[in-house]
Nanobody, 125 residues
Framework: QIQLVESGGGLVQAGGSLRLSCAAS????????MGWFRQAPGKEREFVAS????????AYADSVKDRFLIARDNDRNTVYLIMNNLNVEDTADYYC??????????????????WGQGTQVTVSS
């Protein structure tokens, strides 16, 4: 397991943008599939996006496709979630996760064994 620390959350108006960052404590990061998940108040945590270790493949939840972008910088041990055209339904705590997941299972929380503490995103109407 590695330590993951998210940042970049905050309050934004609908239609706005935010960039979340997740910094890893170990260079093992570069060999891991990374994912972003979110949990809205009163709801279960759900998959948002994932990216393979070299960034060659990405996956997105249908609800964020074409609005969110996941990217990574292995030199900086950091994964990003760029969120555009935010809406109220995007309000949630956002978590990054790392694991040796294959793309076929990268949407599943059980594929990850390292998790950050989360960063809160609030979208106002």
């Amino acid at each position: 397991q590695i330590q993951l620390v998210e940042s970049g959350g905050g309050l934004v108006q609908a239609g706005g943008s935010l960039r979340l960052s997740c910094a890893a404590s170990s260079r093992t990061f570069s060999s891991l599939t990374m994912g972003w998940f979110r949990q809205a108040p009163g709801k279960e945590r759900e998959f948002v996006a994932s990216i393979t270790w070299a960034g060659g493949a990405t996956a997105y939840a249908d609800s964020v496709k074409d609005r969110f972008l996941i990217a990574r910088d292995n030199d900086r041990n950091t994964v990003y979630l760029i969120m555009n055209n935010l809406n109220v339904e995007d309000t949630a705590d956002y978590y990054c996760a790392g694991g040796r997941a294959l793309m076929a299972t990268a949407t599943q929380q059980s594929s990850y064994d390292s998790w950050g503490q989360g960063t809160q995103v609030t979208v106002s109407s």
